[in-house]
């Protein structure tokens, strides 16, 4: 794919998630750091419950939208969940596990893709 098709697909992600009112999502750019993935999204739910819903919600819509969900891990706890998107590699936490695993601080380095009008629709970006 692509790699504006890719940054689209992972900016579909990001909004797809916060319409389940995903917490703080960080979008990085991968490819020049890893041969993993070309992004990782980042984002927390404020219970291993919404964790789920978010997890479930993105798989049902990105196959609406034609991508599959290439793998999925910790889908039954709800605290870490891993979706491998093939280019995008999505990480759903449960907020102390967020802070506990500090993967924003181990990919410091990493690029990251500011939202820009990303939102779900009725959403309006906070004013100072």
């Given amino acids: 794919m692509e790699n504006n098709e890719t940054l689209a697909k ?17 979008l990085f750019e991968m490819g020049k750091l890893s041969a993993i993935t070309d992004y990782f999204l980042v984002a927390s739910g404020n219970s291993s419950r919404q964790v789920q819903a978010m997890a479930s919600h993105l798989r049902k819509r990105m196959r609406e939208n034609g991508y599959r969900t ?22 759903l936490f449960y907020q102390p596990f967020r802070e506990f695993y500090d993967l924003e601080g181990l990919w410091f380095d990493a690029p990251r893709i500011e939202p820009e009008g990303d939102r779900p629709s009725g959403d309006k970006p906070e004013e100072d």
């Fill in 10 to 26: 992972a900016k579909l992600c990001r909004k797809i998630i916060l319409e389940r009112k995903a917490v703080d999502p960080v």
């Fill in 70 to 91: 290439h793998g999925i891990e910790g889908e039954q706890e709800g605290h870490w969940i891993l979706m491998d998107l093939g280019d995008i590699i999505v990480h």
